[in-house]
Nanobody, 128 residues
Framework: QVQLVESGGGLVQPGGSLRLSCAAS????????IGWFRQVPGKDREGVSC????????HYADSVKGRFTLFRDNANNTVYLEMNSLKPEDTAVYYC?????????????????????WGQGTRVTVSS
């Protein structure tokens, strides 16, 4: 069976850092486009960062560009989201997804929130 499990969330003060993990089983992360998304109750889910399985290009939302870094560890079959300089507006539940539709750019994946498989999320709270 396919499973995506997010971890690494927690409470952090503004300006702090967290590293989120998306551990996959039943699929190889290097064979799928992987997306990180976040959602606040009452608001639509938004794309944060997505990576293409075809050319390894990475897209970042404007709101996190320069602060967040997505990287993949194929040996551990895990995709990470390194989050630095966290702001209160980064508070959300963060989800990862895996998608393998061809000719899907990471920009498109993030915009349309694509994912054949989704994890259950990990909560990030940025507060003093």
């Amino acid at each position: 069976q396919v499973q995506l499990v997010e971890s690494g969330g927690g409470l952090v003060q503004p300006g702090g850092s967290l590293r989120l993990s998306c551990a996959a089983s039943g699929l190889a992360v290097n064979d799928y486009s992987i997306g990180w998304f976040r959602q606040v109750p009452g608001k639509d889910r938004e794309g944060v960062s997505c990576i293409s399985y075809e050319d390894e290009s990475i897209h970042y939302a404007d709101s996190v560009k320069g602060r967040f870094t997505l990287f993949r560890d194929n040996a551990n079959n895990t995709v990470y989201l390194e989050m630095n300089s966290l702001k209160p507006e980064d508070t959300a539940v963060y989800y990862c997804s895996a998608e393998r539709r061809p000719r899907t750019s990471p920009q498109f994946m993030c915009l349309w929130k694509l994912g054949k498989y989704w994890g259950q999320g990990t909560r990030v709270t940025v507060s003093s």
